[in-house]
């Protein structure tokens, strides 16, 4: 007698239809905010090892006093170190630990409070709505402050009504999208959260590495990512989809970069070996 297949669990992004509620055979992307609170240390004097910063910082600095047990290190993947606080107050101790990190460190190195962030789109809403408008509720409906949020150009739909491409703290983002709707204005608008992108080196286009460990010699900064020009931006491009990568080596390319399967460039997740996995 055959035995039921166990369902797997739940993945970090996972990907399900949303109810009958919605009429349309559309899917939501459910994300797990993390509980893990980090701070970024990067340095500013090429002559100074990060083995001489956290031995500073270490001969300077008790974490038993500030409650710290169990912190955990790793490298960034842009060589710089990370410090990890777990727990339900490790935000509190991260920002505790943030503000003497910089008092002993001060000149030595930047340290930063790095948050997870969250992508979403929200439209329908009508074009009297403006992005102050679009900022303050989103501040408000996902307790977060306004500076941490970054927002798109507000564009025309089909319809005549409106949307926009937001970005805010992981936590955030997920409390807004819950419902997948938002009073904005006179109208209830749809709100949806976007997959998280993989990591890009914004240099050469590919996956998997940032510009400071970028190895590749071409430069792509600053071109469109639809065209490739060098003369606008995506967000103003009204040219034909045309990969430069395919394009350079010489396959099919009326395609946006990493948008089909033969592209020369594959979306590909980050992967942490060699030096960049330490604790991690």
């Not at 990370?82 to 101790?93: F, H, L, Q, T």
């Not at 990190?101 to 789109?121: D, H, S, Y």
């Not at 937001?166 to 976007?194: F, H, N, Q, S």
């Not at 970069?257 to 592209?263: D, E, G, I, P």
């Amino acid at each position: 007698m055959n035995q039921p297949r166990r369902s797997k669990p739940p993945s970090a992004n996972l990907i399900t239809p949303i109810g009958p509620s919605d009429g349309k055979n559309r899917k939501v992307v459910r994300r797990r905010a993390s509980k893990t609170a980090a701070i970024s240390i990067t340095s500013l004097n090429s002559d100074i090892s990060y083995a001489d910063i956290l031995k500073t910082a270490r001969d300077r600095i008790s974490l038993d006093n500030m409650g710290i047990e169990d912190s955990r290190i790793r490298r960034g993947l842009n060589g710089g170190v990370i410090i990890e606080i777990p727990g339900s107050d490790g935000a509190s101790k991260a920002d505790l630990l943030a503000r003497k990190l910089r008092e002993v460190l001060n000149t030595k190195a930047r340290i930063a409070r790095p948050t997870v962030m969250g992508e979403f789109r929200l439209w329908n809403f009508d074009d009297s709505i403006s992005l102050t408008e679009i900022t303050n509720i989103i501040s408000v409906r996902g307790d977060c402050d306004e500076q941490d949020i970054k927002l798109g150009t507000i564009r025309c739909m089909n319809n005549g009504l409106c949307s926009i491409w937001a970005k805010c703290p992981l936590t955030a983002a997920i409390k807004l999208t819950a419902t997948d709707r938002i009073k904005i204005g006179w109208t209830v608008a749809r709100v949806e959260l976007l997959k998280a992108r993989p990591i890009q080196c914004f240099k050469c286009w590919r996956f998997g590495h940032v510009k400071n460990t970028c190895e590749f010699p071409e430069d792509r900064a600053g071109s469109c990512f639809k065209c490739g020009s060098r003369q606008h931006r995506i967000s103003t491009c009204d040219e034909p989809a045309c990969c430069v990568v395919c394009k350079n080596a010489g396959g099919l390319h009326d395609h946006r970069l990493s948008s089909t399967k033969n592209c020369f460039i594959k979306d590909v997740p980050p992967r942490r070996i060699g030096a960049d996995r330490m604790n991690k």
